[in-house]
C-alpha cells in the first residue's frame, strides 16, 4: 500500500503546484490588465472636424497665411481716428440694409495711449479701450462705399463711469433698432450691465427702452425656424446663453444656457447659425482659455438645450468671428484665422456649415479685427476695425468666391513652436453641493450701498458660475440666492456697516440649505437659533472653489474682506480671499 501511495501523493503535490502557478499567472495578467487600462491622466479628445482639405497641415496651427488665396474686393474707410494718438477708439462695428440705405454703427469713445509710444507708431497699436463715457457712432451710404460723415447715435451714458457698447442693427416690424449694452466701464464684468434699443424715427435714433437687463449681445437678433428670434448673450458674470423671443415684444425673452463647458477653457462671445436641414443649430465659440481654436455646440430644440461644448481644429486669435450663409447656400465665416496674432482677416467657406473646405485671406499686414458680414446684390459687404482706431468695409463679390481655388498646401515651410495652450487647472473646491452633509461658512464685512446702487457676493464654480449669491438690490432688500431660487430677506439701512455670516449645507436628493446672519460690524457673529435669512428651496450639484464680488458704487459700500472655512472657528484663523479693505481691526470672535 505505502509503494501504491507514494506516486500517488506525489502527483496531488504536483497537480497542486501547477494550478498554484497557473492562478498567479492568471492573476498577474489580470492586475496588469487593469493597470495598463486605468490611463495616468484622461485622455484629450479628438477635436471636432470644422476646416478640411489635402491643403491643409496636420496641425492647423502651422498654416503660412502668406500663402492663402487673396481675395479681391472694393475698399474704403467710414471714420478714423488714428491721427488721435491712441486717445480716441473705434470698434464693434455692425452694418445693415435699411430703406434703400447702408447703416453702420460702432463703439466711439476715448482711448489710453500705451506709455512711450508716439502718435505715429500708435496707428497700428491697440489702445486702452472700453473706458467710461464710450458712446456709439452711425454712418449711412447708397452703395456701400462712399459714406457720410459720422453721427452720434446714443448720446453720452446715462450714469457717471458707465460707457456704451455698440451692439447691432436689428430691423424688426419695418423698424430699424440700434442696439446697446450700457456697461459700468472699464470692461463690462460687474453689475450695471443692461441691453437698450434706440430707434430710427425717421429723422433721428430715440430711446426705445430696455431689450433684456444684465445682458450684452454678441450680434443682432436672427430669425428662427420657429419665427422667433434668437441672440446669443453674455451677462455680467460672463456666463453665456440665448435669448429667444422678441415676436410680442422687442423687450420679451426667455434664457436658456448655450452650455455646460467642463472647466478647461473659458468660453466667449458665442454666435448660432442654422445647418441646411433646418432644424439643428450650430453654437460657435470664442475660447479666452487659450486652446486658440474655436469652440462648438449643438441644439436640436431651437436653443432650448445643448451639447457640451467641444473644441474644434479650426484656428482662432482668440478674437471675434462672424458667420453668414448667402443667397447660394455657401456658409462664409470671417476671423481672425491666425492663432498667432490678430492679423489677417481671414473667409472660410462651407457647403454644408459644419466643415470649412476654403480658407483665404481678406486684408492684413496690420492689426485688423471685430468683423460682421451683411449680403445685397451678391455682393458681401465685411465690416472690420483696424487697430480699434478704424470702421473699415470690404465689398466682395460672391462670383470672386465662387472662382476661389485652394493650392496644393498652406503649410509653412519652417514649422512655429507649437502654441501652448494656458493650463486651465481649477483650483480644489470647498464644498461639493451634490454631497449629502457637506457644511461651509463665510463671512465678510458688508457696507450697505446707497439708493440706487446693488451689490452682490457670490460662490462660484472654478469656471465662473455662479451658485451660491448673497446680494443686496437697489431698494436695500437682502436676496440669498441657491442656483436659480431666491428668497427675500429684510430692506436694510443705506450706509450701514455689518458683518455677514453665511452657512451651508449640501444634500444629495434634496435642497441645499442656505443661512444667513447679519451681525454687528467687526465681529463674527456666532451661529444663532433664528438667522436673518434661509433658503432651502434650491438645489445644485456643484463644486464651489471661487468668491466673485460685485458691486455698482465706486466707493468702498459692498462686501469685503471675504473669509471661507469648513467650520465656524476656522473662519478666525481663514486669510481674506477676496475684496481686501483695510479696517482698524480683523473681524474676531
Excluded at 304 to 313: C, E, L, Y
Excluded at 393 to 419: E, H
Excluded at 498 to 506: A, E
Amino acid at each position: 500500500m505505502l509503494l501504491r501511495r507514494e506516486p500517488v501523493m506525489k502527483f496531488a503535490w504536483r497537480l497542486l503546484w501547477r494550478s498554484v502557478l497557473v492562478s498567479l499567472s492568471l492573476l498577474t495578467s489580470l492586475t496588469s490588465l487593469r493597470a495598463d487600462d486605468r490611463p495616468a491622466s484622461p485622455p484629450q479628445p479628438t477635436p471636432a472636424r470644422m476646416l478640411a482639405g489635402d491643403w491643409l497641415p496636420h496641425d492647423p496651427h502651422q498654416i503660412d497665411y502668406e500663402r492663402l488665396p487673396h481675395v479681391t474686393g472694393r475698399h474704403a474707410v467710414i471714420s478714423d481716428v488714428r491721427i488721435h494718438g491712441g486717445t480716441r477708439v473705434h470698434q464693434h462695428a455692425y452694418l445693415a440694409h435699411h430703406d434703400g440705405r447702408f447703416w453702420a454703427m460702432w463703439s466711439d469713445g476715448p482711448g489710453l495711449p500705451r506709455p512711450g509710444v508716439s502718435p505715429q507708431q500708435h496707428r497700428n497699436l491697440v489702445p486702452g479701450h472700453d473706458q467710461p463715457d464710450t458712446r456709439n457712432s452711425f454712418a449711412t451710404s447708397r452703395d456701400g462705399l462712399t459714406w457720410t460723415q459720422p453721427k452720434d447715435l446714443t448720446g453720452p451714458p446715462r450714469k457717471a463711469g458707465y460707457g456704451w457698447i455698440a451692439r447691432g442693427l436689428w430691423q424688426r416690424d419695418g423698424q430699424l433698432l440700434a442696439l446697446a449694452s450700457h456697461f459700468n466701464a472699464p470692461g463690462y464684468a460687474g453689475l450695471g450691465l443692461s441691453l437698450e434699443a434706440f430707434r430710427w424715427n425717421g429723422k433721428q435714433w430715440v430711446a426705445h427702452g430696455t431689450v433684456l437687463d444684465d445682458s450684452m449681445n454678441n450680434f443682432p437678433p436672427q430669425r428662427l425656424p420657429s419665427g422667433e428670434w434668437m441672440m446669443t448673450r453674455r451677462d455680467h458674470q460672463r456666463q453665456v446663453s440665448v435669448m429667444v423671443g422678441g415676436t410680442t415684444a422687442f423687450n420679451d425673452w426667455r434664457v436658456h444656457p448655450l452650455a455646460a463647458y467642463d472647466g478647461q477653457g473659458r468660453p466667449e462671445e458665442p454666435y448660432w447659425y442654422i445647418l441646411p436641414d433646418g432644424k439643428t443649430i450650430v453654437g460657435l465659440i470664442r475660447d479666452n482659455g487659450g486652446s486658440k481654436f474655436l469652440l462648438r455646440t449643438m441644439s436640436h430644440d431651437y436653443g432650448r438645450t445643448w451639447s457640451k461644448i467641444q473644441r474644434t481644429n479650426f484656428p482662432d486669435a482668440t478674437s471675434k468671428f462672424f458667420v453668414h450663409r448667402t443667397r447660394r447656400g455657401d456658409y462664409v465665416m470671417v476671423s481672425n484665422g491666425n492663432p498667432r496674432r490678430r492679423d489677417p482677416l481671414t473667409l472660410a467657406i462651407s457647403r454644408d456649415g459644419l466643415v470649412f473646405t476654403k480658407l483665404c485671406w481678406l486684408i492684413g499686414g496690420r492689426h485688423v479685427d471685430y468683423p460682421h458680414i451683411i449680403e445685397h446684390d451678391d455682393h458681401l459687404l465685411i465690416a472690420f476695425s483696424g487697430a480699434k482706431q478704424t470702421v473699415e468695409v470690404l465689398k466682395v463679390s460672391l462670383d470672386s468666391l465662387d472662382r476661389l481655388r485652394m493650392p496644393a498646401s498652406v503649410a509653412l515651410v519652417q514649422p512655429l513652436p507649437p502654441i501652448q495652450p494656458i493650463p486651465q487647472q481649477p483650483p480644489s473646491h470647498w464644498i461639493d453641493l451634490g454631497d449629502e452633509g457637506s457644511t461651509l461658512y463665510v463671512t465678510a464685512e458688508l457696507t450697505v450701498p446707497a439708493e440706487g446702487s446693488q451689490t452682490a457676493l457670490a460662490l462660484a464654480t472654478a469656471s465662473g458660475q455662479q451658485r451660491v449669491r448673497l446680494r443686496v438690490d437697489r431698494d436695500g432688500r437682502l436676496l440669498a440666492q441657491l442656483y436659480q431660487q431666491t428668497v427675500t430677506g429684510p430692506r436694510l439701512e443705506f450706509g450701514r456697516r455689518h458683518t455677514v455670516l453665511i452657512r451651508l449645507h449640501s444634500h444629495r436628493n434634496r435642497a441645499d440649505e442656505m443661512h444667513v446672519l447679519l451681525g454687528p460690524a467687526g465681529t463674527i457673529p456666532p451661529e444663532p437659533e433664528r438667522w436673518t435669512l434661509v433658503n432651502t428651496q434650491g438645489s445644485s450639484a456643484a463644486n464651489l472653489s471661487r468668491v466673485i464680488c460685485a458691486s455698482e458704487t465706486t466707493n468702498a459700500a459692498g462686501f469685503g474682506n471675504v473669509r471661507v472655512a469648513a467650520t465656524h472657528a476656522g473662519l478666525a484663523q481663514a486669510p481674506i480671499i477676496a475684496g481686501r479693505r483695510k479696517t482698524k481691526s480683523a473681524p474676531r470672535e
